[in-house]
């Protein structure tokens, strides 16, 4: 059973950065997708970024491409995104989420909510103008 701690959110002005963190517990030797996603007030939840375990292999929402930054430190099972740049529409809850069923889910099209089995809690992330 994999569980997931978020850390990192708050407040900031555009243009500003936030870190996020995910503690990973439970987790096997399989390789995993790893991905965060975020809930905007009134909008569904979306994918922003996505790692497979102990790779390199990264992917990202347009939106966020070459202001975020998805990372993973397997010594510390800790998955973070660096979130540069910072703009009002970045508003939301961010989850991380991880699957070990199939880390082809790791591509942006496969992002959907049922490709996904463990979600943290989420952290807040508010930007203002």
């Known amino acids: 059973q994999v569980q997931l701690e978020e850390s990192g959110g708050g407040s900031v002005q555009a243009g500003g950065s936030l870190r996020l963190s995910c503690a990973v517990s439970g987790g096997t030797d399989a390789k995993m997708c790893m991905a965060w996603f975020r809930q905007a007030p009134g909008k569904e939840r979306e994918g922003v970024a996505s790692a497979i375990s102990g790779t390199r292999a990264t992917f990202y929402a347009v939106s966020v491409q070459g202001r975020f930054t998805i990372s993973q430190d397997n010594a510390r099972n800790t998955l973070s995104l660096q979130m540069d740049s910072l703009q009002p529409e970045d508003t939301g809850l961010y989850y991380c989420?991880?699957?070990?069923?199939?880390?082809?889910?790791?591509?942006?099209?496969?992002?959907?909510?049922?490709?996904?089995?463990?979600w943290g809690q989420g952290t807040q992330v508010t930007v203002s103008s």
């Open positions: 989420a991880v699957t070990t069923r199939n880390w082809y889910a790791c591509a942006p099209q496969s992002w959907t909510l049922e490709n996904f089995d463990y």
